[in-house]
């Protein structure tokens, strides 16, 4: 569940019309929602002495226009944000929600339900090769906007080889990667983009680690959610995600504006800790808190040291050095 705040007047407005819209939707293109732990800090910030509102809660499964979990103001925190009007059939629950000095939660807010999950790591950990080197292979045989794809190809390729012989490090490589990536996506529509995508993902479908998928489908079947944890950029991450049956996925987020990619990333680059912090955020706003002693973790790089720390389950898969060396340090199984 996610948390709207509005005008009384305004939730009249919409019940009449079934559909609901704010006016910084009309400013920003978007609705501005927060997860349970983020409703009183928004509250007290941007509605003090504001009369008359109601919390509005939201499944987010039965919202019909896209949700993105995004940090657009760097504050280190992603907020949901509704990309389209609300259909108010996916409100839930709503709650007189009065100003008395402060604000404070209803006292009829049910508690979250405790969830144990399973963060993997994409890039050479559920996929053996490289996921941007699949995507960039496949756009030169279609010779998808070539002008752009060649030069970055070439720079991937380049970034890959100064990692192994130790010019550059792995996290370094991660942001300019998804910066580039950004930028080739710069002025083309989610639409062209998804054709894209969802060729390249049947390309990195066929190097996936059977023995690891074949282990998430058990995780599954024993009640944990299986999330993909990845630096890549979210629209290939979700296409990753769906063909690997996982329950869902955490990227980096990119910037959308009227349907056409503007070339910015719409939040950090999601690795390490972000990515533990991405999961609590986004199963909150699902109704749900992470129990994190019960859940498991899989990289093969260092990067994601601090997300193995947070999981009481760490494996490390074909580890690099750094990661080896943690994981014999610290007791970390390897699959």
Known sequence: MIFHITSRADWQKAKETGKYRDKAFLKDG????????????????????????????????????????????????????????????????????????????????????????????????????????????????????????????????????????????????????????????????????DSVLEGATEKIAADFRTDLVKGLVKMQKQGYRVLLASTGVTPLIEAIAKAVGADGYIGTPLRVSNGVYTGELAGAVCNGIHKVRSADVMLEGEGYVVDWSKSWGFSDGSPDIPMLKAVGYPVVVEPDEELLEAALENGWAEF
């Open 30 to 193: 978007f609705i501005h929602c927060s997860t349970l732990s983020q409703v009183l800090g928004v509250a007290n910030s941007l509605f003090k002495d504001q009369r008359d509102l109601v919390l509005l809660g939201i499944d987010v499964g039965s919202v019909k226009a896209t949700v993105r979990y995004e940090d657009l103001c760097e504050s280190g925190r992603l907020y949901p944000h509704i990309y389209g009007e609300l259909n108010v059939d996916a409100v839930v629950a709503v709650w007189d929600f009065p100003y008395d000095g402060s604000f404070g939660l209803p006292e009829d807010i049910d508690k979250l339900k405790s969830i144990s999950v399973v963060l993997t790591d994409v890039d050479g950990t559920l996929v053996n090769g490289h996921i941007y080197v699949h995507l960039f292979k496949y756009m030169l045989k279609r010779k998808w906007r070539i002008t752009r794809t060649y030069p970055f190809f070439l720079y991937i390729l380049f970034s890959l080889l100064r990692s192994k012989i130790g010019k550059h490090d792995r996290m370094a490589n991660q942001d300019r990667w998804a910066y580039g990536i950004a930028w080739l996506f710069r002025g083309i529509s989610e639409e062209e983009i």
